[in-house]
């Protein structure tokens, strides 16, 4: 009975390193800036307020032609839309742990969100 639970084992772990590794998707953070002076970013329908390091792919709405959504933190700083765009635009960034700052560039001081990464 050992026997066949060992070459069981055996061809199961064969057949899964011979096997091509699936792509891994990063996760997807949705954010939305404008049409009003509104910036947010969601993760399944809620605000971000804490992730886990890794890559994840931010999904822009831009609703407005003047604003923009920046993400800045360790090693990042990306204007992920321009003032003058409007539409949508999907960017994959790698987060570092620290403290991150998203943003519209025009209204900075009225117009921000942070998010750390633990």
């Known amino acids: 009975m050992r026997l066949i639970c060992a070459l069981a084992a055996a061809g199961a ?3 899964l390193a011979t096997s091509p590794a699936a792509p891994i998707t990063p996760p997807k953070l949705f954010g939305t800036v404008g049409p009003g002076f ?3 970013l969601k ?3 809620r605000a971000v307020k804490t ?3 890794g890559s994840y792919t931010f999904v822009i709405s831009d609703k407005a032609s003047i604003h923009n959504f920046v993400v800045e933190g360790p ?3 990306r204007d992920i839309t ?3 765009f409007t539409g949508t635009k999907t960017v994959t960034i790698r987060l570092r742990k620290g403290k991150y700052k998203f943003y519209c560039r025009p209204h900075e001081s009225s117009m ?3 998010f750390t990464v633990t």
């Open 13 to 15: 772990v064969a057949l």
């Open 38 to 40: 509104t910036i947010t």
């Open 43 to 45: 993760q399944n329908g």
């Open 51 to 53: 992730l886990k390091p």
């Open 75 to 77: 090693g990042v700083e």
């Open 82 to 84: 321009t003032p003058s």
């Open 112 to 114: 921000f969100g942070f």
